[in-house]
């Protein structure tokens, strides 16, 4: 095993790094202005130093100027790491930081919804911690990889998260809604989950759909089986209906329909 040029990145050795992951679309960062201000709040939990020519749209240009390059401009993601450049142990030695942006292609423009079945299941070796650190993108996300190959070696599309109380927090790859008689509940943020800017569109959109109510309560693991539809919703998914929790099988009606808005917004967006 040879040395590697990380050795001596923070990002790498103590998880001293936020990221945003971007979904590009026909030469357009969507969602840019949520993504940036969630980085530039993140960075300043974190005590980060931001700097003064890091602006919107400084921030859209260098992701785009990568995706060129690519030549995946058209239909993309892309991840932007933020890092406190080297030196120092747990106390940085500076807050100025550095970053890095790797772009690749996706299949889909616009978002869509795969006719297959989709199963989870309770993460339960660990949990997130009902904190504001929780909320925030950050490269720790060890409870996230252990769960991940917990579902992998399960057979499991995905698992959900609980906090130190019990409550669901979010999926292993996105936040988590709940459908049960015409209301449409998501854990607040002080729960724990993350600040994620799909569950932000998500909110918005179904508050405008007649007879839906919409409310962000903590959720108990033994609601979800009580529900009519579950699903979880992240940047470059969109929504990906739920169809199978532990032995409840759920409709995907609602999901596919807020799907339908999601892309008639980019698109008039």
Known sequence: MQPHSLHTNRGFLFGDAVFETVKILDSKVLFAEDHYFRLMASMRILRMEIPMDFTL??????????????????????RLTVFRKDGGLYLPKTNEVDYIISVSGVENPLYTIEN?????????????????LSTLKTTNKICHITGSIFANENGLDSCILLNEERNVTEF??????????????????????????????????????????????????????????????????????ITKYRKKEFETV?????????????RLG
């Open 116 to 132: 297959k079945t989709y199963e989870v299941d309770i993460y339960k070796d660990f949990h997130v911690s009902k904190q504001l």
């Open 254 to 266: 609602f999901s596919s329909n807020l799907l339908q808005k999601l892309n008639t917004k980019i």
């Open 172 to 241: 292993l790859n996105g936040n988590i809604f709940m459908l049960k008689e015409g209301v449409l509940s998501t854990p607040p943020i002080n729960e724990g989950c993350l600040n994620g800017i799909m569950r932000k569109q998500v909110l918005a959109i179904a508050k405008t759909i007649k007879n839906i109510e919409v409310k962000e309560e903590p959720v108990s693991p033994f609601d979800l089986q009580k529900a009519d539809e579950l699903f979880l919703t992240n940047v470059i998914k969109g929504i990906q209906p």
């Open 57 to 78: 749209e400084f921030f859209e240009n260098i992701i785009l100027s990568d995706a060129k390059k690519e030549q995946v401009e058209n239909s993309s993601r892309a």
